[in-house]
């Protein structure tokens, strides 16, 4: 159990990669990304009480997206966040490349096999397999950032270890309204510190135990240079993530609400302090 259960700051990761942890006893890798906007995190099967308890107080949690599997949703069964009618969740899939339970293995070439041709053969398979996700559902990504807009409260975003699915949701909500890119990558690159804690929770459920049991979980932590890359090549062929959000549904509008909602803090507490 973690005795101190508030989180470190209030603000996103920055440069400095101060990840903002919330102390939650079932979840590994729950931090806040935006106070009061965004909030990732990994499984929350195992939340108890007292964590949501703490989430829809200090966090003021309104909607949980869940980009799980159909399949892992199945095996996994309603969580404790499903019973809380003050919170919505909605299930919003991307589906893995990996062809298993999950995406955990998109980390490392020697881990994760190929089974279908890339529209990405010179990228590494972890970008290709984040590349993928904005190929096979683009619904569901501008769908969960469409309701990261809109809500009042937070909107928290979880896949099963909170680093890939859901570091690509994040990703791109962030950098469609100009947060730093630094920031952003930083924020990816936060589940590393936590990768181990974050192994030992998947493999302890049935459902991932299989595709995980027995390897190295450092084999498993975000690789620097992946959202960098990943960034990138969304410039480079779909002419930023802005771009690509509207031309896949999401509207001025929205993309207006989503920047009223990020950008007042994206100087004052995404970028850090300025000297003086």
Same mark, same amino acid.
């Given at each position: ?44 099967? *195992?939340?108890?009480? !007292?964590? /949501?308890?703490?989430? %829809?107080?200090?966090? +003021?949690?309104? #909607? ?97 270890? *909170?680093?890939?699915? !859901?570091? /690509?949701?994040?990703? %791109?909500?962030?950098? +469609?309204?100009? #947060? ?97």
């Amino acid at each position: 159990m973690i005795a101190d259960r508030t989180c470190h700051d209030q603000g996103m990761a920055g440069s400095n990669g101060d990840a903002r942890w919330i102390a939650l006893d079932g979840a590994a890798n729950a931090r806040v990304v935006v106070p009061g906007v965004l909030l990732r995190s990994d499984n929350l099967q *195992g939340l108890t009480d !007292t964590d /949501v308890h703490l989430l %829809l107080e200090e966090q +003021a949690l309104e #909607v949980v997206l869940d980009l799980r599997t159909d399949l892992e949703v199945e095996l996994e069964g309603p969580g404790p966040i499903t019973r809380e009618p003050r919170v919505r969740v909605e299930h919003r899939s991307l589906y893995p490349r990996s062809g298993g339970n999950t995406d955990l293995d998109t980390v490392a070439d020697t881990l994760w096999p190929q089974r279908d041709a890339s529209e990405w053969p010179d990228e590494s398979r972890v970008v290709q397999a984040y590349l993928s996700y904005m190929s096979a559902r683009p619904d569901s990504i501008v769908g969960s950032i469409r309701t990261i807009a809109n809500a009042r409260g937070s909107a928290l975003v979880h896949c099963a270890a *909170g680093k890939d699915r !859901t570091g /690509v949701v994040v990703a %791109l909500a962030l950098d +469609a309204v100009g #947060v730093d890119r630094e920031a952003i990558v930083s924020d990816y690159m936060a589940s590393a510190e936590r990768i181990f804690a974050i192994m030992a929770r998947l493999v302890s459920s049935e459902t991932y135990r299989s595709e995980l049991e027995g390897r190295d979980p450092r084999a498993h932590a975000p690789v620097p240079g992946t959202m960098d890359r990943v960034l990138q090549l969304v410039d480079d062929v779909f002419g930023g993530s802005t771009e690509w959000l509207s031309s896949h549904g999401l509207t001025a509008s929205e993309l207006d609400r989503l920047r009223a909602r990020i950008e007042p803090l994206n100087r004052r507490e995404l970028d850090g302090p300025r000297p003086g």
